[in-house]
C-alpha cells in the first residue's frame, strides 16, 4: 500500500506515520510529496499559531471520490525544547491521522496511536509522578486515543506490578543478568532468536560454554568487587536445557561461585522451552540448585502445528514431560501459548486452554503471533495461513475469559511490530507466582546485564535512567572468537554507571 502524505516536509514524520499505517495495511510506504501510483493521497494542514497546535486531515483512495476528514487541535504547554515541542505536534499529527485511516478503513485501534513495545511504562510513569488515577487515564486517552479497555488492562498488569516487587522504583542500584545459550534441538518457523541446531556441534558447545564461564566469573567478579547485588537471573536463549545435564551442573556451579549473594537472588528462571530437551537427570539438576522457575512451551496443543512450524515434539511429550517436572519437584511451571499460528483458528486454541485446565501452570504466558523480518516464516510468508484480525481477537478473549476464570491475573505485557490483529503478549499469573524478571525487563527500572551468545544488555544509568544498549555476538562463531572483548566493553559502561565511591556499601 503507497501512501502519499502532502503537507509535511520534516522527515521525522515519516516513520510515525509509516508506523501507525501498519497497524492498517500490509507493507505500507509512505511519501511525503508528490506519488503518482500513491493507493491513497492524504493531505495534512499543520497550523501552528501560538501555543496552539491545529491539524485538518483529508484522505481520498485512488480512483474514488469520496473524502474522509479529520480535525484536531491541541494547546502546547509554554517553555518546552524544540525536541519536545516536536514530539507534542507529531502527536497531534498521529491523532488526526489515526482517526481519518479509522474512517477510511472502519477498523478501530483499541491501542490508540500507540506502536511501542512497553505501552505500561506510560502508565508507571503516571503513578511516579503522582498523577490521581482518573486524571492518569483521562490523559491517556487524550493522548494516545487508548481505549477504555486497554487503559483498564494496563492500571491491573501496574498494581500487581507493584504489589509483587513493592520497590519497583528504587532497584536501580541493583543488576539482573539474562544468560543466552544460543542451541536449540531444531529451529521454530517463527523464530528470530540466536537459536543453533545443537546436533552434532559438540565441539561449537564446549567453546561456547568456556566463553560463558569467563563472561560469568567476570562479571560476578566486578559485581562483588563493588557490592552490588543481583535481583533476578534468567537462563534463555535458544534453549537452556538443550545443553547436557553435566554442562548445566557446572554452569549453576559457576554462578553459585561467581555471583555475590545468591541466596539473596530474588528469581532464577532457566527456559526449558522445547520439551524434547527435558530428562529426569535434567530436572534433577535444577532442583540440586534450587532453580526457582522453569518455562516448558507447549506454543499449542494441535500437532500438525508444532510439525508445521518446525518444533519437532508432540503434544503428548509437551504433557508428559509437564508431569515429569511436577513430579520431580518443579513447582512453579511457566507454559507460552502462541494465539494465530498457521492453520490455527478459535476451536483449535480453544482446544489448547481446554489442554492448559488439566495441566494448571504456575503462569501462563499468551503471546500473539508476530512476523518478525528475519524469521522463515516471513520470508515464505504465502506457505502459512493464519487468521484473520477478527477471528485473532476472538482467541485473545477466550484467553483473556480462561484466564480470569481459572484465577490467572494479568502482570506483564509487552506489544510487537507486525503482530496479528495489533494485539499484545500478555503474561498471566496465578497468585504470587509472577515472574519478577519480565517485569523488571519490561518497565526497565535497573540495569539488566547480558552474558552469553546474542545476550542483549540494557545498561540503565542508576541517577538519570538514561537507558543504552549492548549486544552480545549473535552467533556461537563470533562469540567464541570475541567474547573477552565483549565482556571488557560492558564492564567499562558499567564502571561509568557504577563508579566505585558513590557504590561501595
Ligand atoms: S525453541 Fe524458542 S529459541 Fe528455539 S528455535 Fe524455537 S522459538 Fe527459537
Not at 458 to 463: A, L, S, W
Not at 478 to 484: A, C, L, Q, V, W
Amino acid at each position: 500500500m503507497k501512501i502519499q502524505i502532502d503537507g509535511l516536509e520534516d522527515e521525522r514524520f515519516k516513520r510515525p506515520l509509516q508506523n501507525i499505517a501498519n497497524l492498517f495495511f500490509e507493507e505500507t510506504d509512505i511519501f511525503l510529496g508528490q506519488d503518482s501510483d500513491a493507493d491513497i493521497k492524504v493531505e495534512i494542514l499543520l497550523d501552528i499559531k501560538e501555543n496552539t497546535v491545529t491539524v485538518s486531515v483529508s484522505l481520498v483512495k485512488s480512483g474514488d471520490s469520496e473524502v474522509y476528514r479529520a480535525a484536531y487541535s491541541k494547546e502546547i504547554e509554554e517553555g518546552l525544547s524544540e525536541k519536545d515541542f516536536f514530539t507534542k505536534v507529531k502527536n497531534a499529527v498521529s491523532h488526526v491521522y489515526l482517526s481519518v485511516l479509522q474512517n477510511f478503513t472502519g477498523i478501530y485501534q483499541k491501542w490508540g496511536v500507540l506502536t511501542g513495545v512497553r505501552p505500561t511504562k506510560l502508565m508507571h510513569k503516571k503513578v511516579r509522578m503522582g498523577i490521581d488515577r482518573e486524571l492518569a487515564h483521562s490523559q491517556l486517552k487524550e493522548e494516545y486515543m487508548l481505549s477504555d479497555e486497554k487503559i483498564e488492562l494496563m492500571q491491573s498488569i501496574v498494581d500487581l506490578q507493584l504489589k509483587v516487587i513493592p520497590d519497583l522504583y528504587t532497584l536501580q542500584d541493583e543488576v539482573s543478568i539474562y544468560i543466552g545459550i544460543p542451541f536449540c534441538p531444531t529451529k521454530c518457523a517463527y523464530c528470530t532468536f540466536p537459536a543453533y541446531a545443537i546436533l552434532g556441534k559438540q565441539g561449537r558447545v564446549d567453546s561456547f560454554l568456556s566463553g560463558l564461564h569467563y563472561e560469568m566469573r567476570e562479571t560476578g567478579k566486578w559485581l562483588k568487587e563493588r557490592g552490588i547485588k543481583i535481583t533476578t537471573v534468567y537462563f534463555g536463549g535458544g534453549t537452556p536445557t538443550s545443553i547436557t545435564a553435566e554442562e548445566m551442573d557446572l554452569l549453576y556451579e559457576e554462578m553459585h561461585q561467581s555471583f555475590p549473594e545468591v541466596s539473596s537472588i530474588r528469581e532464577v528462571t532457566v527456559e526449558a522451552g522445547r520439551p524434547d530437551t527435558i530428562t529426569p537427570e535434567k530436572l534433577e539438576i535444577l532442583k540440586k540448585w534450587n532453580i526457582d522457575r522453569i518455562s516448558i512451551n507447549p506454543q499449542s496443543y494441535t500437532n500438525e502445528t508444532l510439525k508445521a512450524i518446525g518444533r519437532h515434539h508432540s503434544v503428548e511429550e509437551t504433557i508428559d514431560k509437564f508431569h515429569l517436572a511436577r513430579s520431580m519437584g518443579m513447582n512453579n511451571i511457566n507454559m507460552d501459548l502462541i494465539i494465530g499460528l498457521p492453520g490455527e483458528g478459535v476451536s483449535e486454541f480453544q482446544h489448547s486452554l481446554d489442554e492448559t485446565d488439566k495441566l494448571m501452570p504456575e503462569s501462563l504466558t499468551v503471546h500473539t503471533l508476530s512476523f518478525k523480518r528475519a524469521s522463515e516464516m516471513t520470508r515464505n510468508k504465502e506457505k502459512y495461513k493464519v487468521a484473520d484480525r477478527s477471528e485473532t481477537e476472538q482467541m485473545m478473549s477466550l484467553a483473556e475469559n480462561w484466564t480470569k476464570q481459572h484465577q490467572y491475573a494479568p502482570y506483564y505485557l509487552y506489544r510487537q511490530k507486525n503482530i496479528l490483529g495489533n494485539l499484545e503478549n500478555v503474561g498471566y499469573s496465578l497468585e504470587n507466582q509472577e515472574s519478577l524478571y519480565n517485569i523488571i525487563i519490561m518497565e526497565e527500572v535497573q540495569t539488566i546485564i547480558g552474558i552469553g551468545c546474542g545476550a542483549a544488555s540494557k545498561f540503565i544509568d542508576p541517577k538519570t535512567g538514561h537507558i543504552q544498549q549492548f549486544s552480545n555476538p549473535k552467533d556461537p562463531k563470533s562469540y567464541n572468537e570475541n567474547f573477552k572483548e565483549y565482556t571488557e566493553k560492558k564492564i567499562a559502561i558499567l564502571e561509568e554507571l557504577y563508579p566505585a565511591q558513590s557504590t561501595q556499601k
